[in-house]
């Protein structure tokens, strides 16, 4: 549901809120951004911290998970 709320339900992304596509995106991609959110290592999320806060959240068995259910969005 985190997910969806920004990326849409399909991970199409909402390029009017510059929100990016995960849909298709390689699982080990995916799961190395999330850690970096998580770690404060990546910021691109700027003043929202939406991303760094969720990332946060997850262990890294949600991560896995995610990441692979990301790359098999079509």
Do not use: F, V, W
């Not at 990016?20 to 911290?49: V, W």
């Amino acid at each position: 549901p985190a997910c969806m709320a920004c990326h849409g339900p399909t991970g199409r992304g909402n390029p009017a809120a510059s929100y990016p596509a995960l849909k298709g995106q390689r699982a080990i991609y995916t799961a190395k951004q999330l850690r970096d959110y998580a770690s404060n290592a990546r910021r691109s999320d700027g003043k929202t911290h939406i991303m760094r806060d969720i990332a946060s959240r997850l262990n890294e068995e949600d991560i896995l998970a995610l990441a692979s259910y990301a790359q098999g969005l079509k």
